[in-house]
């Protein structure tokens, strides 16, 4: 079952793994974006559609255009986030992609 974060009403947590929280980050400011060297990162694009994800490393995303439900292995709780949000997914974290409008964005990954 996911939980969401009383720190962050964006966050979600997996009761069997609390550490795995998504964080989200809306509408990061242009010297943020910069200085995190956005528009240096490969970009990824996915149609509308259900997609089960297993993250193997940490992944930092922006999103160009899109709007996704995060829905945590098991349960029905998610959260959500889409254009102009800066997200970090936790290594190890499962989920399910519902993607309502089809998603553009840069990202990276950081195995450490």
């Given at each position: 079952?996911?939980?969401?974060?009383?720190?962050?009403?964006?966050?979600?947590?997996?009761?069997?793994?609390?550490?795995?929280?998504?964080?989200?980050?809306?509408?990061?400011?242009?010297?943020?974006?910069?200085?995190?060297?956005?528009?240096?990162?490969?970009?990824?694009?996915?149609?509308?559609?259900?997609?089960?994800?297993?993250?193997?490393?940490?992944?930092?995303?922006?999103?160009?255009?899109?709007?996704?439900?995060?829905?945590?292995?098991?349960s029905n709780e998610f959260v959500e986030f889409g254009a102009g949000d800066l997200v970090t997914i936790p290594k190890g974290l499962r989920c399910t992609w519902d993607v309502s409008m089809a998603v553009d964005k840069?990202?990276?990954?950081?195995?450490?």
């Open positions: 079952m996911a939980t969401s974060s009383n720190n962050n009403p964006d966050a979600m947590e997996t009761d069997d793994c609390p550490n795995l929280t998504i964080q989200i980050e809306r509408n990061p400011s242009e010297s943020r974006l910069t200085e995190l060297g956005i528009k240096s990162w490969p970009k990824w694009g996915c149609p509308p559609g259900k997609f089960p994800l297993k993250f193997d490393a940490q992944e930092t995303c922006y999103l160009l255009r899109g709007k996704v439900k995060a829905y945590a292995k098991g840069h990202y990276k990954f950081d195995s450490s």
